[in-house]
């Protein structure tokens, strides 16, 4: 069972000030893919959860990547992504503690009112897509193929905490 993350957890965009969970969550819901950059997991499911999470850009969402490290880290680890999708630093993995995750990486819905709407840890793409789909049917939006063609196989994933 998920934790509800504090609405103190801060979270730094990649070039920008950084703000608490709550309020980057006073206007839209987050939906975020949370990667240990450190592993080579989290670089296995980059371009899937790139691909998934750009299916809603345009939703009424907040995407995001939370990266597990420096600004300049993450900024290394994300590459091009940075430019498509909003990518955070978290360096001290605030919300992966916040959330009481086990594994990364995880997908996950966070409501305005900081609950925790669905989560997936490690790629499973049959839980990953659930989230997804639950996300597209709150947003009426279209959901993304999961899993699509040069997805990974699934895997466990690794210790959320380090």
């Given at each position: 069972?998920?934790?509800?993350?504090?609405?103190?957890?801060?979270?730094?965009?990649?070039?920008?000030?950084?703000?608490?969970?709550?309020?980057?969550?006073?206007?839209?819901?987050?939906a975020a893919v949370?990667?240990?950059?450190?592993?080579?997991?989290?670089?296995?499911?980059?371009?899937?959860?790139?691909?998934?999470?750009?299916?809603?850009?345009?939703?009424?969402?907040?995407?995001?990547?939370?990266?597990?490290?420096?600004?300049?880290?993450?900024?290394?680890?994300?590459?091009?992504?940075?430019?498509?999708?909003?990518?955070?630093?978290?360096?001290?993995?605030?919300?992966?503690?916040?959330?009481?995750?086990?594994?990364?990486?995880?997908?996950?819905?966070?409501?305005?009112?900081?609950?925790?709407?669905?989560?997936?840890?490690?790629?499973?793409?049959?839980?990953?897509?659930?989230?997804?789909?639950?996300?597209?049917k709150m947003m009426?939006?279209?959901?993304?193929?999961?899993?699509?063609?040069?997805?990974?196989?699934?895997?466990?994933?690794?210790?959320?905490?380090?």
């Open positions: 069972m998920p934790t509800n993350p504090s609405g103190d957890v801060v979270l730094k965009p990649l070039g920008h000030p950084a703000h608490t969970l709550q309020e980057w969550l006073c206007t839209f819901h987050l949370i990667l240990d950059p450190y592993t080579y997991e989290s670089a296995w499911i980059l371009e899937t959860a790139g691909r998934i999470l750009g299916n809603f850009d345009e939703a009424d969402c907040r995407v995001a990547f939370v990266v597990t490290a420096s600004e300049d880290q993450a900024t290394q680890f994300v590459g091009p992504w940075k430019e498509e999708i909003l990518c955070f630093a978290d360096p001290d993995r605030g919300l992966a503690r916040g959330l009481d995750l086990q594994a990364l990486p995880a997908f996950v819905h966070i409501a305005h009112d900081l609950q925790v709407v669905a989560l997936a840890e490690g790629w499973n793409p049959a839980e990953w897509r659930e989230v997804a789909d639950n996300l597209a009426a939006w279209t959901e993304p193929l999961i899993p699509a063609q040069g997805d990974p196989a699934p895997f466990a994933g690794t210790p959320a905490l380090g």
